[in-house]
């Protein structure tokens, strides 16, 4: 392909570089079905400029329970499906393909919101037999992606959070988390909070076609500051680190990450689950053809000879010589720059049960 060929698939503003068909639940078998919109792009091509938009939807429940035994978390909440900040790497773009939508394009795309999630989570906290354990946020799609400015969804689920007493982790690429000072500020006080903020690289070349609308590195590592002179832990995730894409900043990052007042830094290197892969090498196709080869050389080394490990513990590890130089790297940027691992012992012993079906709670 020539060089001109593969510019005209990068679209400004977007991670994907296509809306490349779901190769799960038979939805590739049903693009043949003869409806011209599944036919399309294949002749025109993608649209010059797509617009963003969002669904609305009422689920019967909010907050989802995990068993993964590699997490140390057991429940989380997703305020939004798909995130508009376009990451070509995200894990969660396959989720995408239970809508019969594109873990591609429409991912970033075509967007859907929670309005009532604060109505489901006052429900859900107020049940006889729930019992305390630190809700995380951030873990699938950000909670403070752009819609999240118009929506507030995230800030409902906070506002419930300092009611009821409530530990809650949240992780994000958004310097909009800020918005929501005064009240991180009250949970941090009884030390039911802490934030993680996620800094994949300095270069603004390489922040802006690898996570084309999420906030420049600089307003991240602002926001850190800004955190943390509100006395609220926060951690810096390195992740995903991406074999001679990125590797080379860990510890320019770690560095800016102690200078800006971070407590603590992690690592992950990229994941490449499902569609994921796909996606991710007709990335390096437009972006970094010369490095493709090597790029996904590495990232098979760490993941078994494969393009994703999706095994418990291995999948965040790795293995193989490069994994580890990249855990024993950590570990010195860590000691160098004063950081420590990412540990936040939120509390659980605060907890007051919200108001159920109306009726006033009776304290003493």
């Given at each position: 392909m020539a060089v001109k060929d593969k510019q005209e698939h990068i679209l400004k503003g977007r991670g994907a570089t296509r809306n490349a068909p779901p190769q799960r639940f038979n939805l590739h078998d049903r693009e043949t079905d003869g409806d011209w919109r599944d036919m399309a792009e294949s002749i025109d091509g993608p649209p010059a400029k797509l617009r963003t938009s969002v669904t609305e939807e009422s689920p019967k429940k909010?907050?989802?329970?995990?068993?993964?035994?590699?997490?140390?978390?057991?429940?989380?909440?997703?305020?939004?499906?798909?995130?508009?900040?376009?990451?070509?790497y995200c894990f969660a773009r396959p989720t995408h393909a239970y809508h019969d939508l594109s873990p591609g394009l429409d991912f970033e795309t075509k967007l859907f919101a929670k309005p009532e999630a604060a109505k489901l989570l006052r429900r859900e906290l107020s049940k006889p037999n729930y019992k305390v354990q630190p809700i995380a946020i951030g873990t699938n799609t950000d909670p403070y992606q752009p819609i999240e400015g118009r929506y507030r969804i995230t800030r409902s689920i906070l506002e419930i959070m300092l009611e009821t007493r409530h530990p809650i982790g949240i992780t994000t690429k958004s310097d909009r988390v800020c918005d929501d000072i005064d009240l991180l500020a009250k949970l941090a006080e009884m030390e039911l909070t802490a934030v993680a903020i996620s800094v994949t690289s300095l270069d603004p070349h390489i922040a802006r076609i690898l996570e084309p609308r999420a906030p420049a590195p600089y307003k991240r590592l602002a926001a850190v500051r800004i955190l943390r002179d509100a006395d609220i832990p926060v951690h810096v995730n390195i992740a995903p680190v991406i074999p001679a894409i990125t590797d080379h900043e860990i510890e320019a990052i770690a560095e800016a990450a102690a200078e800006h007042g971070a407590l603590s830094i992690s690592t992950i290197a990229v994941r490449l689950p499902h569609e994921v892969a796909p996606l991710f090498i007709a990335w390096l196709e437009a972006h970094f053809p010369d490095r493709?080869?090597?790029?996904?050389?590495?990232?098979?080394?760490?993941?078994?000879?494969?393009n994703n490990d999706p095994n418990f513990f291995d999948r965040f590890r790795g293995q193989g010589p490069w994994a580890e130089l990249l855990r024993t790297r950590t570990a010195i940027a860590r000691k160098r720059y004063g950081l420590k691992n990412p540990k936040f012992g939120l509390r659980r012993d605060l907890f007051i049960p919200p108001e159920r079906d109306g009726q006033m709670r009776f304290m003493l």
């Open positions: 909010i907050i989802t329970f995990n068993k993964s035994p590699d997490i140390p978390f057991d429940r989380s909440i997703n305020a939004y499906r798909g995130c508009e900040h376009g990451c070509v493709k080869e090597k790029v996904m050389h590495i990232i098979q080394s760490i993941r078994g000879g494969r």
